[in-house]
């Protein structure tokens, strides 16, 4: 067999070791804490203030500064900013995964957007970047220490859970020459969902071509999850110039997922009739499916560095070590499946079909679904990522001018490890159906109430009858293969950067010129499986060749930035820069993974080359009275060798007819837009001091000539041609309110061979709520309410709106709590 649990590595005891001393090092601090030493408790001077931004490194628009909130996160200061756009979360320069929930605003100096990459940060920040400065434990004013305790609902099926978390800020000594931050969070809470999916296809009925159902079901998705956070920070000052640091953070990740999915798939029948109401069918099948799982991740990071300060000279130097391991264990999955059934769907409401069986059949009868495969399935995920950096700056070069130059050098390694097990079982000596792993949990209830779900397997039973019956299970050595041995490889990249850049200014001028230059180096091992045809002619697995590959490239990405002062409110921004995209390891790997049952084929291309990008930004503010603000910005991104994931159909060999995926680069494409922004209190209005209003629109095109589709000029995927984001504010004394509206127009999810296969998602909208209230002067209460009118997560269409091909049902959620500061 293939699977199974292996044996423990090395790698996985290190991490055990290491996260058991780390855990105890933060209790230790919290511990220390509890009676904080004889520090003075003062309010910080964060709460109704701008935010100090060291503007001397970046040039911003005023409306990309974001204001913290005295005793709140940096996430919820960032979520009253819906009109803000990122991809990419920068901490201190560098590229970080900590959650912003997890910052508070104490901890940090500043936040901004950057929507422009600057020399300094890497040239694959692209889609703008929030990027924060950490304020030393030395720094602060006073020691805090806060408990944080929130309930979460989920509407779906009125699961709850809740998140605690304790946490420490502070000098340790009177001396004030050590501080340290630490916190704890555990979080459980519930996830779920029901989703639709339906796929259409051409078919010949009565001698007419007609677009038909190929297949369309529902089912559910419930997950329970468990997440514990460590986090410890230390701060040492040597000296007045000379500070050292050290942060640490750990994150445990464990989820229980069960999925149903139940599909009548038409494709194995023949269609009798067709019309626009909907279609008949005879022989058609049924099939029953559960999948359940529980996976484990832990994501340990170490940050150590220092800052050296003196005169007009800067330096800082910090090493960072990240190390992420993802386990799935139990990961059973089973399909149960009713043959020759005869079938009938109506479009009565094309977004959601109804189906009736239409012969002797039973739709609910479990000794109907006779097993047709199980999968038996391990997977195991090592991400290692090692990072150092070297920043020098010098600052008043020349005094008039406020010049400074700024270069460094970075050199990043990460390494991947996937190793993949499935065994499948497509065959049973003897009888096996639902009724001998029947589920008692029923669905009475599915896309608010469309559908219904009362025969299921339970995945639990499922398995204990396979275990306890292995020897009369059929092992598909083929299958097995195909599904596993591509999915197991190894990759490395390495990216070492140097850059260089300059600040000046000059009246009502100033700019950033700058350059940074990268030298990418990804080498990797993937499989291919052979396939043969025996002497009965059937297709067997024949051998598993190990298939190497590497690539490099260097890439050289000038910077420029300006800002002309027009008038004391009228201020001018442009830039031009270049940045990238490197195509995933996933993409590069040279596999192939055979469905010879769907006839599919998905391929690695080792060839792939990254995506460049050439930006051009000018934005306009304006200064309106009463700290009103309107902001007009112009874009264009010229892309080259953008990556697509291209379907086609081969032509000759043991897999003609089969449809290959391969992800490949296209020609040119061009990205243009607007976006205004307009920020206005709106107390003067005969309305209650305190009201304000953040309005922004985004209109852009995209245009992309794909090599499937030559001569039509077709959008890039992903990218909705109209964006529009409202926001309702209140801040009163103490209360502050906000509700959240975001408007998307459709946009292409895949181009296809034809327009008939193209994917769309529909338009969508989406309403949220928050509030606050400072009950006292040390407690905080909270409310949160997402997805408010229960608008769905996605409604795609296939080729054309009238037909549908999926749906995700993902109702309001809520969570409030309460924070409090001892």
Same mark, same amino acid.
């Given at each position: ?116 990459? $600057?020399?300094?940060?890497? !040239? ?52 004030? $020459? ?127 560095? *220092? ?25 059973? $999955? ?54 150092? !950096? ?106 070492? !950067? ?27 091992? *993937? ?86 990008? $050439? ?136 181009? !296809? ?52 091909? *999926? ?16």
């Amino acid at each position: 067999m293939i699977s199974g649990s292996g044996p423990v590595s090395d790698s996985y005891i290190r991490t055990r070791l290491v996260s058991l001393i780390f855990k105890f090092a933060v209790f230790g601090v919290l511990l220390s804490m509890a009676e904080p030493i004889g520090l003075a408790a003062e309010e910080i001077e964060t709460e109704g203030t701008e935010n100090v931004i060291d503007s001397s490194e970046t040039i911003i628009s005023q409306k990309d500064n974001v204001n913290l909130v005295k005793d709140s996160s940096v996430a919820e200061a960032v979520k009253r900013r819906p009109d803000l756009n990122f991809a990419n979360v920068t901490i201190d320069g560098e590229n970080s995964g900590v959650s912003l929930s997890n910052l508070q605003a104490e901890d940090v100096t500043s936040v901004e957007v950057m929507k422009a990459v $600057t020399p300094d940060l890497d !040239a694959n920040s692209r889609g703008g970047s929030i990027s924060l400065r950490t304020r030393s434990t030395l720094d602060q004013k006073n020691s805090i220490t806060a408990i944080e305790g929130a309930f979460y609902y989920d509407s779906i099926d009125g699961a709850t859970g809740g998140r605690t978390k304790i946490s420490y800020s502070g000098a340790l000594n009177e001396a004030r $020459t050590w501080g340290a931050r630490a916190f704890i969070t555990y979080r459980a809470s519930p996830y779920a969902s029901n989703s639709l999916y339906q796929d259409w296809q051409t078919a010949t009925v009565d001698d007419l071509d007609e677009f038909v159902i190929k297949d369309t079901g529902y089912g559910t998705f419930e997950r329970d999850i468990e997440v514990t956070e460590y986090s410890l920070a230390l701060d040492y000052k040597a000296t007045e110039d000379m500070h050292f640091f050290w942060r640490n953070s750990m994150e445990i990740r464990d989820y229980d997922t069960t999925i149903t999915v139940f599909k009548y798939r038409f494709f194995r029948g023949d269609y009798v009739s067709v019309n626009d109401r909907g279609g008949n069918l005879e022989g058609a099948e049924i099939r029953n499916s559960i999948w359940q799982y529980s996976s484990n991740s832990d994501d340990l990071e170490s940050i150590i560095g *220092g800052v050296y300060e003196a005169n007009n000279f800067f330096i800082d130097f910090k090493y960072t070590c990240n190390y992420d391991d993802l386990e799935y264990l139990n990961y059973f $999955t089973t399909d149960f499946v009713q043959e020759d059934v005869d079938l009938r769907y109506e479009l009565d409401d094309p977004k959601f079909p109804t189906t009736t069986i239409t012969n002797d059949k039973l739709l609910e009868d479990p000794e109907a679904y006779v097993f047709e495969d199980l999968g038996n399935h391990h997977l195991l995920d090592e991400e290692s990522d090692a990072i150092g !950096a070297l920043n020098i700056k010098w600052d008043g070069l020349l005094s008039k001018q406020n010049a400074f130059i700024k270069a460094g050098f970075k050199t990043r390694t990460q390494e991947r490890l996937r190793e993949s097990g499935v065994d499948i079982y497509d065959d049973f000596n003897g009888s096996y159906t639902i009724a001998d792993a029947l589920s008692e949990r029923t669905y009475p209830d599915i896309l608010d109430g469309r559908y219904s779900l009362h025969t299921l397997p339970d995945a639990s039973a499922a398995q204990d009858f396979f275990e306890s019956n292995l020897d009369r299970f059929e092992f598909n050595e083929r299958r097995s293969r195909e599904n596993t041995d591509p999915n197991t490889y190894v990759a490395n990249e390495t990216v070492d !950067a140097l850059y260089g850049m300059i600040n000046f200014e000059w009246v009502k001028w100033r700019a950033i010129l700058g350059a940074r230059h990268e030298t990418t180096h990804v080498d990797f091992v *993937g499989n291919e499986v052979i396939l043969d045809v025996d002497e009965n002619g059937e297709v067997v697995y024949k051998e598993t060749n190990a298939v190497p590959g590497e690539s490099k490239y260097d890439n050289f990405f000038p910077n420029v930035h300006f800002r002309y002062n027009w008038t004391e409110t009228i201020t001018l921004i442009s830039s031009y820069t270049e940045t990238i995209d490197r195509p995933s390891y996933t993409y590069l790997v040279p596999y192939r993974r055979v469905n010879l049952e769907g006839q599919e084929i998905e391929e690695g291309n080792p060839d792939l080359l990254p995506t460049a990008y $050439t930006n051009f930004d000018l934005s306009f503010d304006l200064e309106l009275p009463a700290r009103a603000l309107f902001s007009v910005e112009f874009f264009n991104r010229s892309v080259e060798d953008f990556i697509f994931n291209r379907e086609q159909i081969i032509q000759s060999g043991i897999y003609q007819g089969f449809e290959l995926d391969r992800y490949e680069n296209s020609t040119t494409a061009d990205i243009q837009g607007a976006s205004l922004t307009w920020r206005q209190p709106i107390d003067n209005f005969l309305l209650p001091d305190g009201l304000s209003l953040n309005a922004n629109y985004t209109k852009q095109k995209s245009e992309i000539e794909y090599p499937a589709r030559p001569r039509e000029i077709l959008p890039l995927t992903h990218i909705p041609d109209n964006e529009l984001k409202l926001t309702l504010s209140y801040q009163g004394e103490k209360l502050f309110a906000q509700v959240r509206y975001a408007y998307e127009t459709a946009q292409p999810t895949r181009i !296809a061979r034809n327009a008939d296969e193209d994917s769309y998602y529909l338009e969508k909208d989406k309403i949220e709520l928050s509030l606050t209230y400072q009950l006292n002067k040390k407690i905080r209460l909270f409310a949160d309410v997402q997805n408010l009118t229960n608008e769905p997560y996605y409604d795609r269409y296939e080729g054309d709106p009238s037909r549908p091909s *999926g749906f995700r049902y993902f109702p309001w959620t809520m969570s409030s709590g309460a924070r409090v500061e001892l």
